[in-house]
């Protein structure tokens, strides 16, 4: 149900814009990207209420952004000012991860 891209391999400092595609109707739905890292569990790293409240986990708020475009069920994350630490496969989902989980895709941030 979700096709996540736009992930590479960038060097501390860099930036990369993740896109999320979703088949079926999610306009009415809250919506998330979550990240998990080797060895740990996964995590959500930003979400967006139905009626547009964005939540960050603390260690992202002012590098990373969430958007969405509802007619398109289109998703995105712009990761700004990235962290080795932000290395891990990122995947869009309900905030409670309730739905089909996609591929994911992954960010590397190494120099």
């Known amino acids: 149900q979700f096709v996540e891209s736009g992930g590479g391999s960038v060097q501390p400092g860099g930036s990369l814009r993740l896109s999320c595609t979703a088949s079926?109707?999610?306009?009415?739905?809250?919506m998330a990207w979550h990240r998990q890292a080797p060895g740990k569990q996964r995590e959500v790293v930003a979400s967006?209420?139905?009626?547009?409240?964005?939540d960050y986990m603390d260690s992202v708020k002012g590098r990373f952004t969430i958007s969405r475009d509802f007619a398109k069920n289109t998703f995105w994350l712009q990761m700004d000012r990235l962290k080795p630490e932000d290395t891990a496969v990122y995947y869009c989902?309900?905030?409670?991860?309730?739905?089909?989980w996609g591929q994911g895709t992954q960010v590397t941030v190494s120099s």
């Open positions: 967006m209420s139905r009626l547009g409240r964005i």
């Open positions: 989902n309900h905030p409670e991860g309730i739905l089909s």
């Open positions: 079926g109707s999610y306009s009415e739905s809250a």
